[in-house]
């Protein structure tokens, strides 16, 4: 299945990434959420991410600056920033990017499942929520799916492309032929806690969280060793910032009840994430941001 018309559902950390890069591959876009700011906010985000591109593409010296204003021009002009559905009657796959709360995601679902046309594929951006549990809100759970991208999206190329216990085979092959339409490099995974990538980061990233709370050597130094000696381009704490404390923290304690101590979760970031300090998204989290 080719998708002419796409959507995403959820404006947040991920939601104005993904729309831009649907868009960048010359596929229109429906970016949706509850309300008009958090949409705005969306669109600033994918304009940020489209110019910084273009940008680059001038300094290289493959686009002139009226070229790379126009290739801002078209990119954006697929991106139609909306607050309810009455633009999903044509869409072939919706990418859902709401926070990571089963409760959140069932009702999402249930509106899509009403909304979309009966071909439409329903993706889910979960990064370890179940796809079966998620599909349980719909009328087609063969075509519910995991499509799992990773901050940040305008940049890193893998999508954790994940079936859940219905999902159809045919919908796996279009979930994967879409990642590739969209310039991005999918891996296929049944669903499990964590699914791949996750299952590697963590179980590094929880080491370092066990000895930061352990050890109390400040995130910032921490931060900067990894980036210096382990060639990453940043550290885990800032990593965890700008993917949103609160999911992270929500993955790493799923991955810790499904896989026991040998996952840790950081007891600073339970700590901020109850206070409401959850990364970039709310201004502060183990870092202050603007």
Known sequence: MFVFKAAVVGAGVMGGEIAQVIASADVPVVLKDVDQRFVDHGLAKAREVTERQAARLVEKGKLSEQQAAEQVTRVLGRITGTTDYAAFGDVDFVVEAVPEKMPVKHAVFADLDAVTPGHAILASNTSGLSITEIADATQRPEQVVGFHFFWPASFMRLIEVIEGEITAPQTIQAALTFAQQ??????????????????????????????????????????????????????????ADMSGLDTVAKVAQDMRDAYGDRFYVHLGMEERVARGHLGAKSGKGFYEHG
């Open 182 to 239: 969209i310039r991005k490099v999918p891996i296929r995974a049944a669903e499990c806690p964590g699914f791949v990538v996750n299952r590697i980061l963590l179980s590094t990233a929880s080491e370092i969280w066990r000895y930061q709370d352990e050890s109390g050597v400040p995130v910032e130094q921490i931060d900067e060793y990894i980036r210096e000696h382990v060639g990453m381009p940043m550290g885990p704490f800032r990593v």
